[in-house]
């Protein structure tokens, strides 16, 4: 039995600060006290000035493996992922080949079975042919099916209404929900082509993936859950408008249509691309800054459910090409706590809330067994953060494997201190300890 007693730290847990220690027997949480300081331990760490959050859960990452291993993969990004106080992840089917098959899902659990220092799960992929596939979806094993309503890779835009309505009629677990509208992301680029030809500066991205392609493909994913029951969730909103169509009349557990902002909607506005260029290229844009303020202000609202990353690397030769070749995307899961905290700093959020929303409430949304909270008996996967350790973040202490960052450049006022895994200390003091592999998450329906 490997053991390891945690005192003196400021617990952030289930709408509450307060003083305690924890007591962790091999991949478990033993027990929480105010006074555990006689218990013995093969390891007694002092947490002294240090803030305690349960593992922080991503429900949106692209983590590139199999077929695009060149911008990132499964070990690399599960090493920044725990650096970042991310302890477990939900990873999207756009990789290549798609995932459209039950026996391409496996290949990628076997690889993170092997590979992944975080705890993993992968997103059934949904095409216009496949709902065979979809439907042998086994709903305690996998976290969701995630259907592209908008431009994306390969054989993954699903823009037939009968096989929508089929999916949402039947999908056996959460369907997960990429909404922008192809016809008219079609049309802005044709008169964004007139005005500037191949030339179009970066800024134009949001005239282009427009306030109005956004909503109204989510407004119709809306229409179609409201009349076949489908358990909904929408990722990545990144207009104002959006917020105002979800409901936070009801507790979460009580949702069937629910939402997700991803870190950098909260942090970046249009203003940003001047500066940061295709370094901020996103789908869905990055927006105004009233978009920004309405997004933060449904989180605390809760109209807004969860916090992602939408993790989605690509390489920096990649990203310097002219705006119709550089792609969408960019890395985040070692920065979006650190980036987090920045917010709680200005007033933005709150401890409780930052915590309620990246962990409690995916562990809720998705019914993640045994995981999101800092209890007895559930796994132990748990961060440690310093709210008054500053860093900048430079390309030395990048992890991610395309090796930048938007933040680059960025003095971060908090940082992440200590990492564990079910158990295992996995990240400690800027270095990250290898030798462990998280474990397949399951789910309670």
């Not at 990353?309 to 070692?334: C, I, R, W």
């Amino acid at each position: 039995m490997a053991s390891t007693l945690i005192l003196n730290g400021t617990l952030v847990n289930e709408g509450k600060v307060t003083e305690a220690d924890i007591l962790i027997v091999n991949d478990r949480i033993e027990q929480i006290g105010s006074d555990l300081q006689q218990l013995k331990a093969d390891k007694v760490i002092d947490a002294k000035g240090l803030h305690i959050l349960p593992g922080l859960i991503d429900d949106q990452v692209h983590f590139r493996e199999p077929g695009l291993t060149h911008k990132a993969e499964i070990y690399t990004e599960s090493k920044a992922a725990v650096a970042g106080g991310i302890t477990s992840f939900m990873e999207m089917p756009n990789t290549v080949p798609n995932t459209l098959t039950q026996d391409l899902l496996q290949q990628k659990y076997d690889v993170a079975a092997q590979k992944s220092i975080a705890n993993y799960s992968f997103f059934m992929g949904a095409s216009n042919d496949n709902i065979d596939e979809v439907l042998k979806t086994d709903p305690k094993k996998v976290c969701g099916v995630k259907i592209f309503m908008g431009s994306s890779t390969g054989n993954m835009l699903v823009d037939n209404q009968k096989t929508l309505e089929n999916i949402f009629r039947n999908s056996p677990t959460i369907i997960a929900t990429h909404c922008e509208s192809e016809e008219i992301i079609r049309a802005n680029t044709a008169k964004v082509k007139e005005q500037y030809g191949e030339n179009v500066p970066m800024g134009m991205h949001p005239i282009i993936r427009s306030e109005e392609a956004c909503f109204a493909s989510s407004s119709e994913a809306i229409k179609l859950a409201k009349s076949t029951g489908a358990r909904l969730h929408i990722l990545h909103i990144s207009t104002g408008k959006e917020t105002l169509q979800f409901d936070n009349s009801v507790p979460l557990k009580d949702k069937k249509i629910t939402s997700e902002a991803c870190v950098h909607h909260l942090w970046f506005s249009d203003s940003d691309y001047a500066e940061k260029g295709s370094f901020i290229k996103w789908n869905p844009a990055v927006k105004t800054a009233e978009d920004r303020e309405m997004i933060r202000k449904a989180v605390n609202e809760n109209r807004i459910d969860v916090l992602a990353t939408d993790h989605a690397p690509h390489t920096l030769e990649e990203k310097q090409n002219a705006y119709f070749s550089a792609p969408s995307g960019g890395p985040l899961v070692q920065h979006n706590l650190p980036a987090l905290l920045d917010l709680y700093h200005q007033g933005v959020f709150s401890l409780e809330k930052i915590v309620e929303k990246s962990a409690h409430a995916v562990a809720d949304l998705f019914d993640v067994s045994e995981r999101g909270y800092l209890r007895e008996g559930y796994f132990a996967d748990i961060v440690l953060v310093d709210l008054n350790k500053s860093w900048e973040v430079t390309k030395e202490n990048l992890l991610y494997k395309c090796g930048w960052s938007p933040f680059e450049d960025h003095q971060f006022k908090a940082s992440v201190e200590k990492t564990f895994v079910n158990g295992n200390l996995v990240y400690d003091a800027g270095q990250v300890i290898e030798g462990t592999i998280g474990k397949r998450l399951t789910f309670s329906r």
